[in-house]
């Protein structure tokens, strides 16, 4: 078997596309493992879509279709303390793969097996990279065969976007955290907040614009500050959120 309907974390060059390959093969390798061991077993571990046939259209939506999956997974509003064995508990197969630093993770499906590749670079960092990288690859395997066609490639990314955010940080627990509306955030404030939900301080200010809770002009001030202090490789508190996302 081959991985089908292969969507992978970043765009990818040209050179990049025989990594990709390789990187594909590799993967493919494991999961047939995986798969073969369980049937040996006799584990039945089919996957069910726990977004029933919902359509996923806006970001209205995906805001909507992450509550509904922390309903149907029972996961509360609280922190998910390790995203790689929430995936594993739900049936999707996740392999930590060797891949150069141009790729973060991809996902795909083996059979009616949903799959994801995550790559063991990000364990050397601070892991809400790679715990945002799980949950994007986590909505375009739940997304397959519910976006409308008048949704496009790029609309589908900022959808997948939406849905990982809600996700990690719903908006009850947002706004229990920040209230409705600010005129600033402190850099403790997100420190905080990133240690205990464990997702970073770019995600937390991309939440606030989403959520209304700040204006335009200070998320584009805050965007300004990341990029002058090169935040991108290392943000501030990356030593305070102290997570597992191990299987």
């Known amino acids: 078997s081959q991985i089908s309907d292969i969507k992978f974390r970043r765009l990818i060059s040209q050179s ?15 999961f047939e493992r995986y798969l073969e ?3 040996i077993l006799g584990i039945n571990d089919a996957f069910k879509n726990p977004l029933g046939q919902r359509g996923i259209r806006t970001p209205g939506d995906a805001e909507k279709a992450a509550d509904s999956l ?4 029972k996961l509360g509003h609280n922190a998910i303390p390790n995203v790689h064995q929430m995936l594993e508990e739900n049936n999707v197969k996740v392999y930590e793969v060797d891949a150069p630093l141009t790729h973060d993770g991809f996902s795909g499906w083996i059979d009616k097996h949903p799959v994801v590749g995550v790559a063991k670079h990000l364990n050397k ?7 945002n990288t799980l949950l994007h690859e986590l909505a375009h395997i739940l997304f397959k065969d519910r976006l409308g066609e008048e949704v496009d490639e790029n609309l589908e990314e900022k959808l997948v976007k939406r849905f990982a ?13 920040f209230g409705r509306s600010r005129s600033s955030l402190s850099l403790t404030e997100l420190i905080d907040v990133k240690a205990k939900y464990g997702i970073s301080i770019g995600s937390i200010m991309v939440r606030a614009r989403q959520l209304e809770c700040i204006s335009e002009a200070m998320y584009n001030r805050f965007w ?3 990029k ?6 290392k943000e501030p508190g990356d030593d305070e959120y102290v997570g597992d996302e191990s299987s």
């Open 16 to 30: 990049g596309k025989k990594e990709s390959v390789a990187i594909q093969q590799q993967a493919t390798d494991f």
């Open 125 to 131: 960092q601070c892991l809400t990279r790679k715990r």
């Open 37 to 39: 061991i369980l049937s």
């Open 224 to 226: 300004k500050t990341y």
């Open 228 to 233: 002058d202090e090169n935040w991108k490789d």
């Open 165 to 177: 955010g809600a996700l990690i940080l719903p908006s009850e627990a947002f706004f229990k955290e």
């Open 70 to 73: 922390r309903e149907k997974w």
